[in-house]
């Protein structure tokens, strides 16, 4: 049910223009993909309870119906719950304004705002069937999932995640290195060892480090008008 869920809403927004196939596809790919069904909780019984869900599912960053917007004036009246430091429960805004306020909630592409520390980082959730004492309090989502690799012998036969060998050249690393960049070549959909130009896939041959090599390279980039982007030329003289 739920790949099927999953698979409904991506067919409904690429129908109607709100993704592209090729992303549609790229969703489809992930092995965790977000989706889930509360089996518990939410009952579908009538049309008002579907369209309940998908305005959930598809809900704008702000509530429309806090917002009024005056044509004639070119401005926006925000409603809110009163607030006592404020000292009001609507706010006035020029259009403009209001477009410029709401926009600096968007990120920029290819920033990542929520990150994972401890138990739920990527490296060690990753290794939580080797950790009896967080497997036992894992999620029961999770126990489901990793039911076969979880073992019930003797504590001292796990192998812990601390004795692990994450040194540069160890084959543990070179592992975490590789599976980090397929993830990140998802995530953003760009690769950058591929060549923009003829889609070639590029190698690292060398990283130079001293900055009398640098400048010099790029002395020869801006003569040759081809600075690299985003670059001031007359950060050299």
């Not at 990753?126 to 990793?146: D, F, L, N």
Request: charged letters at 25%.
């Amino acid at each position: 049910m739920t790949e099927y869920f999953r698979r409904s809403v991506l067919r409904f927004f690429t129908e109607k223009k709100l993704l592209t196939e090729q992303f549609s596809r790229n969703l489809l790919s992930w092995k965790h993909s977000g989706f889930s069904i509360d089996n518990n909780s939410v009952r579908i019984l009538d049309g008002r309870s579907r369209e309940n869900l998908a305005q959930y599912l598809a809900r704008p960053p702000i509530s429309l119906k806090k917002i009024h917007y005056e044509g004639f004036k070119g401005r926006v009246l925000f409603h809110t719950h009163y607030s006592a430091y404020f000292k009001e429960n609507v706010h006035m805004f020029k259009a403009c304004d209001f477009l410029a306020e709401l926009t600096q909630h968007i990120p920029p592409k290819g920033v990542q705002l929520i990150r994972r520390y401890g138990l739920y980082s990527s490296r060690i959730k990753g290794a939580w069937q080797s950790m009896p004492h967080v497997a036992e309090r894992a999620p029961t989502g999770w126990k489901i999932q990793h039911e076969s690799q979880m073992v019930t012998s003797n504590p001292e036969d796990f192998e812990t995640f601390e004795n692990t060998d994450f040194s540069d050249d160890s084959p543990d690393t070179r592992a975490y290195k590789k599976t980090w960049a397929r993830l990140l070549s998802k995530v953003y959909e760009i690769d950058p060892m591929v060549c923009p130009k003829c889609g070639s896939e590029m190698k690292v041959i060398a990283i130079i480090q001293q900055p009398a090599e640098i400048d010099r390279i790029l002395r020869h980039l801006v003569k040759q008008g081809r600075p690299p982007p985003g670059f001031d030329p007359a950060s050299l003289n």
